[in-house]
């Protein structure tokens, strides 16, 4: 069975500044997709940034970017120019590549990030 | 295009009773995910449909149920309610149903059990 931690629970940044939020997974898989997913205050699950672990290349979106640490089990997700609307939580989810097809989305115990103006 | 909806928003039920959950995916969506989000468990999954069939099931017991149609939406049923089956459900939708797929995520129905 995956595990996925984020050790975490609140973090609070400045407007404009640059935030890190950790991430790590336990797995015996080769083959996963890792997320962040971001739940703002109105309940509504967004989806940050994927990375596929067969790509060593860090995933980008924007302001978004991530650091894939595969023999770590570490994929931490920096915010850069930190603004209001990233006030939420962060959830970081693990999904095995399975032979199978299927979805089921792992995710950690997220991080409540506060934004300060 | 529509997002993922899930109905109702809301719901106030009492120990015992049973409560159907409906979500309709985004158009032309065929799987359907659902997970269950506590503050004492987190985000928890429950099963996913694909093509009307079951593919995937999660940790929970058997009062937890759930069916796809042929239009891919989807309703969860939970009988015979306990105190803890209160939490904030969401469905979610991708495409194809693939590993990797990204999953869209519905607004969620808060269930209050008394």
């Known amino acids: 069975a995956q595990t996925v931690t984020q050790s975490q629970p609140e973090m609070s940044v400045q407007e404009a500044e640059t935030v890190t939020l950790s991430c790590t997974y336990d797995t015996s898989e080769n083959n996963y997709y890792l997320f962040w997913y971001k739940q703002p205050p109105s309940r509504q699950m967004i989806l940050v940034i994927r990375?596929?672990?067969?790509?060593?290349q860090n995933a980008t979106e924007n302001r978004f970017s991530v650091n894939f640490q595969k023999a770590a089990k570490s994929f931490s997700l920096k915010i850069s120019d930190s603004q209001l609307g990233d006030t939420a939580m962060y959830f970081c989810?693990?999904?095995?590549?399975?032979?199978?097809?299927?979805?089921?989305?792992?995710f950690g115990g997220g991080t409540r990030l506060m934004v300060k103006p | 295009k529509a997002g993922v909806t899930q109905t109702p928003r809301y719901l106030i039920k009492t120990r015992g009773q049973q409560v159907t959950l409906s979500c309709s995916p985004i158009s032309g969506h065929r799987s359907v995910s659902w997970y269950q989000q506590t503050p004492g468990q987190g985000l928890q999954f429950l099963f996913e449909y694909f093509s009307e069939t079951q593919r995937n099931k999660g940790n929970f017991p058997g009062r937890f149920s759930g069916r796809q149609f042929s239009n891919s939406r989807s309703e969860m049923n939970v009988s015979t309610l306990e105190l803890g089956d209160s939490a904030l459900y969401l469905c979610?939708?991708?495409?194809?149903?693939?590993?990797?797929?990204?999953?869209?995520f519905g607004p969620g129905t808060r269930l209050t059990v008394l």
């Open positions: 990375q596929e672990a067969y790509k060593q």
């Open positions: 979610a939708s991708s495409l194809s149903g693939r590993a990797g797929d990204t999953q869209y």
């Open positions: 989810a693990f999904m095995k590549r399975p032979n199978n097809a299927g979805n089921m989305l792992t």
